[in-house]
């Protein structure tokens, strides 16, 4: 559990040097070499009553799940799918367990059944899948290097089983968001850098303010470091990256330097296909 006990979020790498990614159908998963997308950060939960479980959601706000279903006919493996269950069972539960293999030190991910998280190579459609079972051959195939994306330096609070899970969820998330706030700016501040929180407008240059955003530690030193970070985070090219004004709630872009000694900043990022985005293009730029 050392590889989770203070992480928010955290990305998953394969014995294949492939990230475990959530699929744009809110459903599947795979691995694929890049790691920058916004679909390979896992958000860890801990379930309450055990000290090495976890859940881990993806960035469509599913819960990885190791299914019943064969994922192929002939073949051991099942199914791993991306769920929102009304109810928080099993089949979302997950027991890291620590193991170096060939000097590669790493985690494997045993379901409540006794499966591991697997990264399958070969032929399509065994090629980048995932499945949960337990391999006779090709035992590296279950081992995961876990890499943190966002600190939690505080002990998070435990999430239970529940009938509803949506409620609970939505219960959690508000209960301890100034929680965790004040706990990562602290964090931040002491490893020498600033915290960012970010929102993306959508096409009409709207921001979802009942969403909280998502944040990073960010130890760079100008805006154009801080738009590469920004680009990668979100997948997005060509950003333009704003701050809002608290009172109108308009947007201005951030040309200049950042805010002296470190202080935490609210980011806002147009994508180029955003309305507001266009007001702000040179008028060379293509509309």
Known sequence: ?????????????????????????????????????????????????????????????????????????????????????????????WEPIIEDSRGRRGVKLKTRYGNYLRANGGLPPWRNSITHDIPHRHQNWILWEVDVVETLPESPKKVPRSEDGDDDLTDFRLSSSTLRRSASESFASSQGGRLIYYYVADDRGKVNDAVEGQSFQFKGHCLEQLTEKLEELTGLESIIVCLRNPFTGKFSPLRLALPPNNATMHIVVLPPTSRAAREFMPESAPR
């Open 1 to 93: 559990m050392e590889f989770f006990k203070k992480a928010k979020s955290v990305r998953l790498k394969s014995h294949h040097d492939k990230y475990l990614l959530a699929d744009s159908d809110k459903e599947s998963v795979f691995q694929d070499r890049s790691g920058t997308r916004k679909s390979a950060k896992w958000t860890v939960e801990f379930v309450e009553g055990f000290d090495n479980v976890i859940r881990l959601k993806s960035c469509y706000g599913k819960y990885l799940t190791a299914m019943d279903e064969q994922f192929l006919l002939g073949v051991t493996g099942r199914r791993v799918r991306q769920t929102t269950p009304k109810k928080l069972d099993s089949k979302l539960e």
